[in-house]
């Protein structure tokens, strides 16, 4: 699994997004091909001793939690040391703080090799986006006690936005913080609330829901970065996102030197959430300020605020976006693994004869699965999705790079290009790559409906990614009801024009014109179904198909992706990889022969403000 | 959800299908509206007591082998009984052996109420193939032993294809069954195995997967219909199918009488199989002939040879095309379920507020989540999926009745309808009711994803339909490969003239004429595709885009079900049921406007021949 995953990587990194390019920016200088392919080794190794044995193991060992302890498998602790011990937690950091400033490009190549050996104990992901908010968003203080922590593995974080009664609505946040007045809590001496350290200090109270790793003993303490509302002179809320702060919420109380002071916080545990899947992570209902662990005798969560009060939605997008970009990763990894797993079944499990000019077949002898023209259809449908899925969240990835070193003008770009990018980087591989789970589980046959093969597990995780870290319906309102609309429809026209680029090289390659042509329309047919949506200006008809419009943006974003990776593959000498370069145009064509003509059926109701569901009366259904 | 279930039954048993028209043959003269209900009454009752109260008991509980017994949840017992209690296992037979003569498209019905209470509990379905099935190919004191203790519920049954190494290729069974010389072990004294009175007599030895339902105390007895091969007189198996005999294999050896000899039969369970979903019903491994219940102290199954020898594969697939249906009925309810439970959700969870014309939503009031465009776009989809399926199948079930007990020519036009319908029926409800699960999760977001809520239960079990009685690659090949192309393409040539009909009447309603133009021009472009996958009369290029075929045949065929269904809808008096009324159009108007598009890009390969997938070499992946 992991040997082909590792050439598919160094492909799309070196072949096709050419990361060494990279190393000649100041940031990156010190790095090579040599280092980046140690950190690819090391991960790769990481994680087929310490990640992928215990799949299983970590889904049928459910976390457990007896009222006051939660219990996971030893796989997870173990499986967490040696993650924090890699070094990986930090690497995209700078040298200063203990860092690799490792390009992000590299970092996430590298994350893949954890999660597809066990997408649910490589749950890291959190900490890295909560400790890059703070590094951000934080206080000198902030930074030293909690992100620095986080990013050697010492403390794990969390982010708490949902509340059981609110979900995606996080206008309806009720969970309240007021100044922590009198008497201090600070955990060195009596400091009054405004003057604490670690920043202005205040008890929370409120309940979050669906919140990762929310609970555990993996890591010393865990940091919780918390939404809530704080009272306005009327003690009421301020209705709507606008009143939102952000805070900082230890499970356990720190000095300003980052050691635990022995005080509990009132964060308690009020319940574990038992999933259909991904069961290495656990996720919690966490009660805030309920009294559990009175801190000085009186119930409330000490918080520390981070930024401005009422700018906390802003803060917590920043770490919003880098979790979406991960959980699309995590979703294409899920589908690759199916497509490993079933490949290797299709490649060795004999069954049925070829079915020759004749029809006939009896007395010819079996022949292995993936001799059967189905089941090839079914492993490239796999590998179109999965592989093109990769390429496109690393070309994000790349361009979270460009963002940060580029120059200016290419790194406003690359920023613009990402906000319209993200939607779909998240949402394409949590519908695609689930299907392609679904087509792994088929050419098992029975036996892929059994817990005896690992490809029902992965189709279960992978169910969880369209809902998470804002679902396909938030997604695809943030795409055709903002992102395609921001700056004047600028990312949009940047998008259009890398696709034009790509387009005029692949015209005129003989093999590819026709795709080139193909992609031409349908990058046409999107901009004039964004048009149509908005010709009334009518949100609540522009957004009525806003799913099946990203679903058609999507996969013309996926076939711009492969038609630049079928050039790629052009490009470098075939003779090196005569079969890989075979199976990437072999994806590619399936992609523009099976899957680009699908977006017609989709932007047919686009194109019409079709209102035959938004307008359909609740009695009727 | 029973309520919204018996009243689209209700209008589609009798204001679409008309089925109290079947009252004037003589077979169901006794029967009337009022008997029909009393029936759905009853299963409607006995499903809310005995079978929706524990669906989720038998998927926490799975059955569990301590290697003598299987045990199974007190639930199970109760629901098998009272199925069994209420006479629907020989509903559908004659008066003489105890059945009601009940129409089959009543029977059909009826079950449904079990089926979407609890699917795997509900696994009588094979007790009432097995026995359909001996009552058609089996001598007289075969149906009275074992097919008439069927239908009462004393004894169980199972059919016996699939080995561990074959899956679904039968030539390659390799269970043999030798006549049992001597001595003799017929119940009823020393008689020669070509004598005895419950067939031939024959020792069988091999290896059985997959049996659903294959060892466990619900009945007093479990009948095995086993395909196995007779050697030759040079002791070989024929191969291919032809060789192929189908023979009665009791848990337990039995008289004449059809009581119990107290001797065990030589079939042992080697092993449950531990599934992904479907877990109220065993699922096994089963050892024919190893010796582990010796028979007269030798090893070798019992085995009645039923039919004639080499004959037993035409036999057994009576009994499939009645589990296909059943398949497709099964899908069909599990779609249904997650329907009705999600727009439960969908009118009761309060979350986030309108998109208003200004695009703006602070301030306003929270509303429900059915008030949101795109939650009523996944409810109608599935409404659309969910109630198109049901119609489809109990329109199969009408053919049946009309094989049965119609006119000649009409007998004789069921029986080829059905042909082509079946792998239809089987396939498309299993494909998109399981995208129906999947939106019922995706609509209770985090919810959906917790066990806490039934919908991912049934997103698992209906993942099993793809699979089982042939598989989705397997149907398709089926269609294209041999249904649309017998009695010289007569069954496509019936299908379009229904469709015809139906388009003729639909064109004259102003509402419709345009769905009746869009489905004349599907109807078209399938048979173009079917001549052009034929064109070079070439099975490898012509089935190799089979799925995507079935895929566009099965959407057409749905589109002409809900044209015909909105004909009845409008003929009924609306004013009886506005809303149901509008439900019904609106599901009709969303196929038309978002699914039956969706065909160009399948027929797209077909029409191509494309050979993307079949001819990209083995090392390509």
Redesign the interface.
């Known amino acids: 699994m992991t040997t082909s995953l590792r050439s598919t990587l160094d492909f799309l990194l070196y072949d096709w997004l050419q990361t060494e390019t990279l190393n000649a920016r100041e940031r990156f200088a010190d790095h090579s091909r040599e280092t980046f392919d140690a950190v690819l080794d090391t991960c790769d190794r990481i994680a087929r001793e310490k990640y992928a044995p215990f799949n299983r193991t970590v889904d049928t060992q459910e976390p457990h939690f007896d009222g006051e302890r939660v219990t996971l498998p030893q796989a997870t602790q173990d499986a967490y040391d040696a993650y924090a011990a890699s070094g990986m937690l930090s690497a995209a950091q700078d040298y200063d703080i203990g860092g690799m400033q490792l390009p992000y490009t590299v970092d996430a190549a590298a994350n893949a090799f954890f999660a597809v050996a066990s997408i649910s104990i490589s749950s890291s992901l959190l900490s890295v986006g909560n400790a890059n908010l703070l590094m951000v968003h934080g206080t000198d203080v902030q930074k030293q006690v909690f992100a620095l922590n986080e990013f050697s593995g010492r403390f794990s974080g969390t982010m708490c936005l949902?509340e059981p009664?609110?979900?995606?609505?996080l206008?309806?946040v009720a969970t309240r913080a007021v100044p922590d007045e009198a008497p201090s809590v600070a955990p060195d001496g009596l400091v009054p609330w405004d003057q604490d350290p670690l920043g202005p200090r205040y008890r929370l109270t409120g309940h979050k829901?669906?919140i990762s790793s929310g609970e555990h003993d993996l890591s010393e303490n865990i940091v919780h970065l918390v939404l809530a509302k704080i009272p306005g002179p009327d003690g009421k809320l301020v209705?709507?996102?606008?009143g939102i702060s952000l805070f900082i919420v230890p499970k356990k109380l720190v000095d300003t030197e980052g050691q635990l002071t022995g005080v509990r916080n009132d964060v308690a545990l009020a319940g574990l959430?038992?999933?259909?899947?991904w069961r290495g992570t656990t996720n919690t209902l966490l009660n805030f300020g309920e009294g559990k662990y009175p801190v000085q005798g009186r119930a409330g969560a000490v918080g520390y605020l981070v930024g401005q009060p009422g700018k906390g939605l802003a803060c917590m997008f920043h770490m919003m976006n880098e979790a979406r970009i991960g959980i699309g990763m995590a979703a294409t990894m899920l589908g690759l693994a199916g497509y490993y797993a079933s490949?290797d079944y299709a490649?060795n499990r004999?069954?049925?004869?070829?079915?020759?000019?004749s029809?006939k077949?009896?007395?010819q002898p079996?022949v292995r699965i993936?001799?059967?023209?189905?089941?090839?259809?079914m492993?490239?449908a796999q590998?179109s999705y999965g592989e093109g899925a990769l390429a496109l969240n690393l070309f994000c990835a790349r361009l979270v790079d460009e963002q940060h070193t580029g120059q200016p003008e290419a790194a406003d770009e690359a920023r613009l290009l990402l906000e319209v990018l993200t939607p779909i980087a998240k949402s394409w591989p949590s519908e695609f790559c689930?299907e392609a789970n679904?087509l792994a589980?088929?050419i098992h046959?029975?036996y892929?409906?059994?817990?005896?093969f690992p490809v029902?597990q992965y189709?279960?995780d992978n169910?969880?990614n369209?809902?998470?870290e804002g679902?396909?319906?938030i997604q695809?309102?943030d795409l055709l009801?903002r992102k395609v609309l921001m700056e004047n429809g600028r990312g949009m026209q940047l998008l259009a024009a890398r696709m034009q680029a790509t387009m005029a090289q692949a015209a005129a390659v003989p093999e590819l014109a026709a795709y080139a042509a193909q992609l031409g329309d349908a990058l046409q047919q999107v901009g004039a179904a964004t048009q149509a949506a908005w010709a009334t200006g009518?949100?609540?008809e522009a957004?009525?198909?806003?799913?099946?419009y990203m679903q058609a943006f999507g996969h013309t974003v996926l076939a711009w992706v492969w038609l630049d990776v079928a050039l790629a593959t052009l490009r470098v000498d075939a003779t090196l990889s005569v079969?890989?370069s075979?199976?990437r145009m072999?994806a590619a064509?399936?992609f523009y022969?099976?899957?680009l003509?699908?977006i017609?059926?989709w932007l047919?109701?686009v194109n019409?403000r079709?209102m035959?569901?938004?307008a359909?009366?609740?009695?009727?259904?």
Request: glycine share 14%; aromatic share 6%.
């Open positions: 949902s009664q609110a979900g995606s609505s206008s309806d829901m669906w209705p709507g996102t606008r959430n038992h999933k259909l899947g490949l490649k004999p069954q049925g004869r070829l079915m020759g000019a029809g077949d009896a007395g079996q993936i001799e059967h023209a189905d089941v090839k259809r492993l490239l590998k689930l679904s589980i088929q046959g029975g892929g409906y059994t817990r005896d029902e189709w279960r169910r969880l369209m809902i998470h679902t396909h319906g695809a309102a009801g009518n949100p609540a957004l009525a198909n806003a799913v099946p079969a890989a075979a199976g072999g064509r399936y022969h099976y899957e003509p699908k017609a059926a047919n109701v019409g079709d035959t569901c938004a359909l009366s609740e009695e009727a259904f």
